[in-house]
């Protein structure tokens, strides 16, 4: 059914469809309108699950692990400090191999207080053991939350779906919502090897001593590597069914370019339009999207920036220290090959400044006039 | 006790054992006692839920289990939050019947897990919640907790700069919250206790058990005079059992006979500092709050 809906409800929707039992949920801005909607479709019947309004988000957290141990469906929401408070947890989560999914509104972390559009909150999580795909659009954030629940489960490991604060979760576009016996088809209902159970008693989470720790977080990775191939073969099986994929990577007019722009998120729109100005131009400038951040999809990247002379990455999010954080990943999945990109690290956006066509074009012209950047960090959109 | 005593003992209670030998807690840790007699009352239908305590350790090292029902470990302060997902998922899986136990020491009861056990209070979350008291953090080497005594010596309260603070009272923490249950115990009253848990089950909601935990590593005491501690913490008032319904409806479970705080106090080496002046004030303390109880108990 098609119809026009706030990004934070696409993902309602997804959760929804995906039959989640148990929700344990703490308002924060701007993720509150996805679990108000939820609120909602359980207080309607349209969807039979506890809703569990807990009294901050690091008990959100520990409630879906608890709902999870049990072989039930889980999902929460949050955002920027809320996300940052379950950070233990997040650890926790991926350590018990529980399949709980996540919806982040990406929004800048205090101090000073902030509720605009910034990856930091997500990407500071990056080394918790959760998937992480960042989506563009509603319908993106819809179908990933549906995908995600199936990867999850399939790998035992958590999902977060993340979405630009108010860019995505309070704009209106039109979404395809799938139909409930598609869906189940799709997704069938979560059932663990392993589960709490007073049939099969057994005890998690126990102490482990040093003779046996490295082999269970050899076998996280070993999942995270496996999820990349689930990854294609879940969205190949729901871009057949529902006619709609993403992969872990888009490629846009990359043909022959001598620039490649790499995003995340929403300014992936803006930028496909700067992209099209320039080629009419007759410019070869082409767009690499973003969307599974975690598992790196480092293969993918290698394949497609192989012999491209420069790359930009816009991160709208900075690693004090460091730098941009997609720059510094995708710089290290690229070190060690021949034929490599110089890459050049803008940081725009941060807090929600807006990023313009002007700022991407800004971008594109001080990559394609140096050979080399004169920074390690660059900001294009600062205020000098 | 005579063995005849000991023989009619046994038989109040269910024989089998939920809780094997081979775990790891200290000569005379009355929380082992504790977990022993919960889950003889609560039987194998039941999934607990443990915090960072001692408990992580005494329950056993990875592959092993000392316990015959599933165990979940969890993060500290999360003992109440976790048991309430534990809770709503087994509802949404159509098991009404489990019993959910979340078995916390007093740091992750009184300290760092108040706000998750204030918020599944409030919400009259459907579970069983122990807080096993030994009175400091005593899984990391006895520091001082809020339900730490006041006087009391701890690493972080040591002899010269002793707690100055009274011991948080955790139960009118739980009355203000009009939960339908809450209750004391004692591991020298095991039948009490028993009684307690198996009458905690018959309850829809959220019920609070705190029960005095022995710890004679921690209380510098020997360890065979650990029951006998638990049982002067109560006959001295300083640990009184009573049941609290709904906020509101005390009950004392023992009156006992005046029994002066120092018989408890001077067999235990970390009360081993207190002058006598300090031994009255806590006399005095002790006795101001049974009169306030008992005048409860009698509205």
């Known amino acids: 059914m098609k119809t026009v809906i706030e990004g934070s409800h696409a993902v309602s929707y997804g959760v929804m469809l995906s039959r989640v039992q148990v929700i344990s949920a703490y308002p924060i801005t701007p993720q509150t309108h996805i679990v ?344 294009p959109d600062l205020k000098r | 006790m005579s063995s005849q005593e000991m023989k009619e003992m046994e038989r109040r209670f269910p024989e089998e054992e939920y809780f094997m030998s081979g775990h790891l807690a200290c000569s005379g840790c009355g929380a082992t006692i504790g977990m022993r007699y919960a889950l003889k009352a609560l039987g194998e239908e039941t999934i607990v839920v443990i915090p960072a305590c001692c408990w992580s350790m005494i329950a056993g090292v990875f592959p092993y289990s000392s316990l015959k029902v599933p165990v979940y470990h969890v993060a500290f302060e999360t003992a109440a939050s976790t048991a309430t997902g534990v809770k709503a998922g087994l509802e949404m899986k159509g098991d009404a019947t489990t019993t959910v136990l979340a078995w916390a020491g007093d740091g992750g009861t009184f300290d760092i897990g108040l706000q998750a056990l204030s918020g599944a209070a409030e919400r009259n979350e459907d579970f069983i919640y122990v807080c096993y008291d030994n009175e400091a953090y005593m899984n990391t080497g006895v520091q001082r907790s809020s339900a730490t005594p006041f006087l009391t010596w701890t690493t972080t309260t040591p002899a010269h700069q002793a707690k100055e603070e009274a011991k948080k009272n955790i139960m009118e923490i739980m009355a203000a919250h009009r939960i339908p249950y809450a209750a004391t115990a004692s591991v020298a009253y095991p039948e009490d206790f028993f009684n307690k848990i198996k009458k905690a089950k018959e309850i829809k909601g959220l019920k609070f058990i705190h029960i005095l935990s022995t710890c004679p590593t921690g209380w510098r005491l020997p360890t065979q005079l650990s029951i006998k501690a638990a049982r002067l913490a109560v006959l001295t008032r300083i640990f009184p059992l009573y049941e609290i319904a709904y906020g509101e409806k005390y009950t004392l479970s023992v009156k006992p006979e005046f029994h002066p705080v120092e018989e408890y106090l001077k067999i235990q080496g970390r009360f081993s500092h207190l002058t006598d002046s300090e031994i009255e004030v806590i006399q005095e303390n002790v006795e101001k709050a049974w009169v306030r109880l008992v005048k409860k108990a009698e509205a």
């Open chain 1, 36 to 379: 108000e909607r939820l609120s909602e479709f359980c207080a309607n019947g349209e969807l039979q699950a506890r809703f569990l309004k807990v009294e901050s988000e690091h008990s959100a957290m520990a409630s879906c692990i608890g709902a999870s141990a049990v072989g039930a469906r889980a999902f929460t929401a949050t955002s920027s400090q809320g996300l940052a408070l379950m950070h233990e947890l997040l650890h926790w989560a991926s350590g018990a191999r529980l399949p709980i999914v996540m919806a982040n509104v990406n929004r800048a972390l205090a101090s000073p207080w902030n509720i605009w559009c910034d990856q930091i909150d997500s990407l500071s999580q990056r080394d918790t053991g959760w998937l992480q795909f960042y989506c563009e659009s509603s319908q993106e954030a819809l179908d990933t939350v549906i995908q995600a629940f199936k990867i999850s489960e399939s790998i035992s490991l958590p999902s977060m779906v993340v979405l630009d604060a108010f860019y995505l979760s309070h704009t209106f576009e039109p979404v395809d919502i799938p139909d409930r016996e598609r869906v189940d088809k799709f997704l069938p209902p979560y059932e663990p090897k392993l589960k709490l159970d007073p049939k099969d008693p057994r005890s998690f989470g126990s102490l482990t001593s040093p003779d046996t720790f490295t082999e269970m977080r050899y076998q996280m990775q070993q999942s995270m590597e496996k999820a990349k191939s689930v990854i294609l073969e879940v969205d190949g099986e729901y871009q057949k069914i529902f006619g709609r994929g993403y992969r872990m990577i888009e490629t846009y007019r990359c043909e022959d370019a001598e620039l490649v722009l790499v995003t995340t998120g929403t300014v992936t729109s803006t930028s496909r339009e700067v992209i099209d100005q320039y080629r009419d131009e007759g410019k070869a400038i082409g767009l690499l999207k973003i969307k599974s951040f975690r598992p790196f999809p480092s293969e993918e990247v290698r394949k497609e920036l192989k012999g491209i002379p420069k790359v930009a990455v816009i991160d709208r999010n900075i690693s004090c220290g460091v730098g941009g954080i997609f720059a510094e990943e995708l710089k290290s999945a690229l070190c060690n090959e021949e034929d490599r990109p110089m890459v050049f690290s803008y940081i725009a956006g941060l807090g929600g400044r807006d990023i313009t066509q002007e700022t991407i074009s800004n971008v594109i012209e001080y990559t394609l006039e140096q050979d080399r950047p004169k920074e390690d960090i660059l900001w």
